[in-house]
């Protein structure tokens, strides 16, 4: 089967716009670190900047759009082609948002081979924002596996100074966590490669859209067990990446030993590689195998909802806190992709972004702490709401925004999940009954994070002298949680465009998705 | 007049601006306009409702909804046909919540400038107070239930934040606890319990959604349609049967918001099956269901049983806090629900009984509770709670014109009471600090401002803060003619027609308690009384003690005046004088346009001069029960009910506060914590993280590598590369982070490990057969 070539694409701008910053920060002779950090920020405003022209072209009654063909591997049906519609163009935005807060929330607290870690940083932007546009399977396996080599070095290279005990082997907790991180990672993409191998080979081309409209129009069809263990090879991969329970005990480890930056574009972006898979290509090419595996996946996505809060609360250190609360918020976004109606998906991938921002937010925040003391322990603060006032009020709004309050963000996406699985024809209502749960223990969680860290009477020495917040003193970190406050708000109180622009895709996807359903309900 | 009813989003936007004001610039303007920004805020809102009530009368009582500014919708996906928009409904029953709500609100602003007077955040409690408003008055204005949702959830945080306003005092309790702490902990634990309580509102709001499509209470273009199945069938609609459920019939239900969709649906008396997802209810069932998760919701923030716990502890709060969330208003939003969602109440009889019996317990469990507290604000708190119960259960008992006209009465003379205590704990720290300044602080044993068994002789001391308060007491005790006789009277009267006419037991259940309660009413009200007014200071803190200043004694005396009059609001029929004075059942006739099931109650003579004897006696039994205690000018060590053996272990328990908070730590919130720390260390960490992914991921993965390594090495790979990949990943982390040219060669191993594999697969036919792909 053939493409047509086409022009070029926004689309194309966005994705290879920030490798302009890599090839600049390999070959630029000199340059001074500050130098590379502002041409680093300049280089992800820009990127974002192009998003939002994307953004404001985008015509919500077409579904694929602002597609770009090219010939590359001709002979074995690859193409270069990227596109956005409704679901991928809001993942798009928020990684392109969410780099420049990364850049600023590294503007102090790397020292060491700063250019090599801004050129990881735009590498890992190119990577993610090229799986989300790849229309191509082979393009997008290719940008699944280099978005893994930056956050790995960025975890092994800039991560804590901390040491584990490895039975019997002392060695660097960030070594550990980057290698595990890969080895998870890994194992599952393997499984994930064997499938679009064989998908690829079954429909002659590696092209999404076409594999799509072969699937629509019946000319491809699996076996029920084909299909099946197409289905797990793709869960496989994309449920270590959510992580969905239980497979997300290298999480833990990448987010507590990760920078700053690592850990706000780990949570706030690559875990949403996987979500994003699940939506894509497992709901879309593997229906049957979908609705089959649906009340086991929603019933690890439920016990993940209340795992992850519960254990969240016992946590003693605020970053391991805040990284088991994302098994929590995740698990909602897969019972809503698992929901499989509308409001379901729409929700969930709201909540993807909602879920980039406000943890993205939480270990911003994190990070800020610990550059001023050097500690992540619950217990080593208390009272700072009394010494850094504005700190803490962007604390609270972005913990609230985790915590799911209504007018803001957090809640707008789980209500949606929450109101799709209610009335879901894939999950007993039973579900909804216990995610609701994780909506209390949510509160449990945040609160007693809240609680520890920002109110008590302030007893510590160490934290009397704790420097606030100013334009003057820090703009790069006033402006990076002013962005993301703004952003909890509007989705928060006005999510109408965000939901009017996916609902074409959704919509669509949920009808296929239907018609399935009623065949297999009959 | 439709004009003026428009108008109604400046209720939220006018205490919003006030709120945004303060919070950028309160830094710079002091005490005297902050205070200024704030109570003008709250007074423009009470303005604005006011013209909305008088716009209402004009509109024939019709209610009409209105759209904000700028925003033309909330939550809306086509595709799930789930339209949420944010709209405000202006109708009898919000006009009243939002004049009760700004009018009580703008005195305890203007008061809380005198009470907060020094504090180094003052601008800040103005930021909540107003702030607290902005959510309120969305709560009670929403149109549809999310919307309400959204101001219930918001008042929790403001409730949150202000509980815990003074989270950094650093003065330690004899416990060890400093009471920061206390009142940090006293915040938590009211957002956590609401949000058991927001467990039960979320799904009923997911299963009315899916029962009825909608979650407006009414569409913008409809009336809420009366009580009965006759004017059902006035309003000439079609009603879907379970049999056939035709699309043109189903079309005429689907431009209702779901009260009118019940109302229709329920009293056509016709069995209705309920069918989304994996449910398969009647249509009763499902009703009977929301209600009960209602009930939850409004068992967390109007302090029911189970979940009343947070409330006492909630007096952590700064005075005029108390007055306004924890008495007058956040805490009735409960009773509010419940009567906005009257049509489903009223269908629901196992609810209803369930509802009934809560509140009525609660009602005499609180008012039990209080009587053995010493605390002065303990004892308004206890005593709130056990109103609450009265409103839930005249809820239960289908009296919701009742229930909303006592959250009214009850609003002026807690409020009143409260703020009043406020005053009483003012002078006594007053008196504290002066009696210091002239003794040279000479010893400096703990003192407590709020402890009644400190206080006495406070009558002479602060004359108006007394009178005020005595006329809160008769209020709350039921005295005629002040305003709690009548609300409380038509709640115990319909209770006995609910029994008598009806023939159901909640009637005579909720007679009982509630007549017990509110003798216990009566009676904890009055040794409150004697102990903080009567007789002696019985502390250098109660001699030196003043009347506050006039910001403060203003809005009692205020509360006062409608303490006594607030009840004539609405006179029963047929009373001689007062029915000609003030009409007969003014407000349920106005409410009744907006809860359709409101209905007038009878006033039954022989009942009200019972509950009257009852409050009369309570009140005397006190008197003589604590004459004696006055007459101390020392701090007094033991009730007179604890030394009488034969109530000495009541007192006891009520003291203990029925041990709910123990009962909660031991069978609760201990194993909680316990499975917490199980699930992490040993199953998450030692299990799942250590033992797991050693021996299943590592180990395997390490030996594989090894393995490959040694036969593949030399036939087909740089030996270079696979030498760092030979030894192992841990190996290669360590190379890497040494050198550059190390990164070089992992990246070359990464796109190995993806490529390589696609290649050999893709290219060699013979291997993808040997694969079987």
């Known amino acids: ?113 700063v250019r090599l870690f801004h050129g990881f940083l735009l590498l890992l932007e190119v990577a993610m924002v090229g799986v989300f546009v790849s229309l191509d399977l082979f393009l997008f396996y290719i940008f699944w596996e280099v978005s893994l080599v930056p956050m790995y070095f960025m975890i092994g290279m800039w991560g804590s100074k901390d040491k584990v005990d490895f039975f019997g082997r002392e060695m660097e907790a960030r070594i550990y966590a980057a290698v595990k991180f890969f080895l998870y990672t890994v194992a599952g993409s393997i499984l994930m490669l064997l499938a679009i191998l064989y998908v690829g080979n079954k429909a002659e081309t590696f092209d999404f859209m076409l594999i799509r409209d072969l699937m629509r129009s019946g000319q491809l069809v699996f076996t029920e067990e084909t299909e099946r263990l197409l289905f797990v090879g793709f869960f496989i991969a994309f449920a270590i990446k959510v992580p969905v329970w239980p497979l997300h005990s290298w999480l833990p480890d990448a987010h507590v030993q990760a920078p700053t930056a690592g850990s706000i574009i780990l949570a706030g972006v690559l875990l949403k590689l996987g979500t994003y898979g699940l939506v894509r290509y497992n709901l879309e090419f593997f229906p049957n195998a979908a609705i089959d595996f649906a009340p086991y996946i929603g019933a690890l996505a439920v016990i993940g909802i ?214 297999a309900m009959k | 007049m439709e004009n003026v009813l428009t108008a109604v989003p400046l209720v939220v936007f006018i205490p919003l601006a006030g709120m945004l004001i303060n919070l950028f610039f309160g830094k710079y303007f002091g005490e005297f306009g902050v205070g200024f920004i704030g109570v003008t805020a709250s007074g423009l809102a009470f303005v604005v409702a ?49 004049l009760v709500v700004s009018g009580v609100g703008t005195l305890i602003h203007l008061y809380a400038v005198g009470y907060m007077h020094g504090d180094p955040r003052f601008p800040r409690f103005f930021v909540y107070l107003n702030l607290f408003l902005v959510f309120m008055m969305t709560l009670v204005t929403g149109n549809n239930i999310l919307m309400m949702f959204v101001g219930w959830e918001g008042v929790g945080l403001c409730s949150y934040l202000l509980i815990g306003f003074w989270f950094d005092k650093s003065r330690v309790f004899p416990d060890g606890v400093s009471e920061g702490w206390k009142n940090s902990n006293a915040a938590r634990k009211a957002m956590i319990v609401n949000r058991i309580g927001d467990f039960g509102v979320l799904l009923a709001i997911f299963l009315t959604f899916w029962t009825f499509g909608t979650l407006d209470f009414y569409k913008p273009d409809e009336q809420p349609i009366g009580g009965h199945a006759e004017e059902a069938e006035e309003h000439a609609l079609v009603i879907a049967s379970t049999d056939e459920v035709i699309a043109e019939e189903e079309h005429d239900l689907s431009n209702m918001g779901f009260l009118n969709q019940a109302q229709v649906l329920l009293s056509d008396g016709e069995e209705h099956q309920v069918k989304f997802g994996s449910v398969d209810l009647s249509l009763k069932a499902i009703v009977t269901l929301i209600t009960l998760l209602m009930l939850l919701g409004a068992a967390g923030k109007s302090a029911q049983i189970p979940l009343f716990v947070w409330l006492p502890d909630a007096m952590a709060g700064p005075t005029p806090v108390s007055a ?136 002479r001391k602060m004359p108006i803060t007394y009178w005020t308060y005595v006329i809160g007491t008769f209020a709350l005790a039921g005295i005629f003619p002040f305003a709690g006789f009548w609300s409380k009277d038509e709640i115990l009267a319909d209770s006995f027609r609910v029994f008598w006419d009806e023939g159901e037991l909640k009637g005579i259940f909720a007679l009982m308690l509630l007549i017990t309660a509110a003798g216990f009413t009566a009676f904890y009200m009055w040794r409150q009384v004697s102990l903080v007014f009567y007789g002696e200071p019985r502390h250098e803190a109660g001699e030196h003690a003043s009347e506050s200043s006039l910001l403060m004694t203003l809005p009692l005396m205020i509360l006062a005046v409608l303490s006594i009059f607030g009840g004539f609001l609405n006179t029963p029929s047929d009373l001689p004088l007062l029915t000609d004075l003030f009409g007969a059942h003014k407000f349920t006739d106005w409410l009744g346009h907006s809860v359709v099931n409101a209905h007038a109650g009878e006033f039954l003579w022989w009942l009200a001069l019972g509950a009257l004897g009852v409050a009369v006696f309570a009140i005397f039994a006190a008197r003589q029960l604590y004459a004696d205690e006055t ?109 550059q040219t190390g990164f070089v060669r992992i990246y070359a191993l990464t796109i190995l490990l993806g490529t390589v594999l696609v290649m050999i697969a893709i290219l060699f036919p013979d291997i993808r057969d040997i694969l079987g792909i």
């Open chain 1, 306 to 519: 209340i795992y992850g809060a519960w254990v969240s609360y016992a946590q003693t250190d605020v970053k391991k806190l805040v990284a088991y609360s994302s098994v929590s918020h995740l698990g909602f976004v897969v019972l809503g992709i698992f929901a499989m109606n509308s409001a379901g998906i729409q929700g969930a991938v709201l909540q993807m972004v909602n879920h980039g921002v406000s943890t993205g937010g939480l270990f911003l925040l994190v990070g800020m702490l610990y550059e001023r003391r050097h500690t992540k322990a619950i217990n080593a603060f208390g009272g700072l709401w009394k010494i850094m006032p504005i700190y803490s009020g962007f604390a609270l709004v972005i913990a609230l925004s985790s915590m799911g309050l209504p007018g803001l963000n957090g809640f707008v996406g789980e209500f949606t999940i929450l109101v799709g699985s209610a009335g879901s024809d894939t999950l007993d209502i039973w579900y909804t009954v216990l995610a609701t749960i994780g909506i209390i223990l949510a509160a449990v969680y945040i609160l007693f994070m809240f609680n520890k860290v920002f109110m008590g009477p302030v007893t510590k020495q160490e934290n009397q002298e704790l420097e606030d917040l100013t334009w003057g003193g820090n703009w790069y970190e006033l402006s990076a949680l002013v962005a993301l406050t703004v952003v909890i708000f509007v989705i928060g109180l006005y999510p109408k465009p965000f939901f009017e622009l996916m609902d074409g895709a959704v919509g669509d996807l949920v009808a296929q998705l239907d018609a399935t359903l009623q065949v």
């Open chain 1, 1 to 113: 089967m053939q493409l047509e070539n086409t022009g070029v694409s926004i689309v194309s701008a966005v994705l290879f716009s920030p490798l302009v910053g890599v090839l600049v920060l390999l070959f630029w002779p000199r340059l001074t670190d500050k130098q590379v950090r502002i041409a680093t920020l300049i280089n992800t405003l820009v990127t974002f900047a192009f998003s939002l022209l994307m953004l404001s072209q985008f015509d919500s009654s077409k579904g694929m759009q602002m597609e770009q063909v090219d010939e590359w591997i001709a002979g074995l049906g690859i193409y270069y082609h990227v596109g956005v519609d409704g679901i991928s163009i809001w993942l798009v935005m928020l990684t392109t948002f969410i780099m420049p807060i990364a850049v600023l929330a590294s503007w102090t607290g790397i020292e060491e081979k």
């Open chain 2, 324 to 459: 306004l969330i924890h008495a007058a208003t956040m805490v009735t939003a409960g009773v509010y629900m419940m009567v906005r969602a009257n049509v489903l109440f009223h269908h629901a009889e196992v609810s209803s009984f369930i509802v009934t019996v809560i509140g009525a317990t609660t009602a005499i469990m609180a008012g039990f509770i209080a009587v053995g507290q010493w605390d002065v604000k303990k004892v308004l708190a206890y005593s709130t709670v056990s109103q609450l119960g009265f409103m839930v259960a005249a809820v239960g008992l289908g009296a919701y014109a009742a229930a909303i006209f006592h959250l009214v009465t009850h609003a002026f003379f807690k409020a009143l009471l409260f703020l009043a205590s406020g005053s009483i704990i003012h002078g006594m720290e007053h008196g504290h600090h002066h009696s210091h300044d002239s003794h040279h602080a000479h010893h400096e044993e703990e003192f407590d401002p709020q402890d009644m068994r400190t206080m006495g002789g406070l009558r």
């Open chain 2, 50 to 98: 006011a013209l909305l009530w008088a716009g209402l009368r004009d509109n024939n009582f019709e209610a009409v909804v209105v759209n904000p500014p700028l925003f033309d919708g909330w939550i809306s996906i086509p595709s799930a046909n789930l339209e949420i928009p944010w709209q405000f409904r202006v109708d009898t029953l919000s006009v009243t919540m939002m």
């Open chain 2, 631 to 739: 007459t101390s000018t020392v701090r007094i060590t033991g009730d007179p009910l604890a030394r009488n053996p034969q109530t000495s272990q009541a007192f006891a328990l009520a003291n203990a506060k029925l041990l709910w908070d123990e009962m909660y730590f031991k069978y609760l919130e201990n194993p909680f914590n316990v499975a917490s720390r199980f699930l992490a260390d040993r199953v998450d960490w030692q299990f799942w993280h250590d033992f797991f992914h050693h021996n299943i991921v590592y180990l395997p993965f390490d030996q594989g590598a090894k393995g490959i390594s040694g036969n593949v090495d030399k036939v087909v790979i740089d030996k270079g590369i696979m030498m760092v990949f030979a030894r192992g990943p841990w190996e290669i982390a360590r190379r890497v982070r040494r050198v």
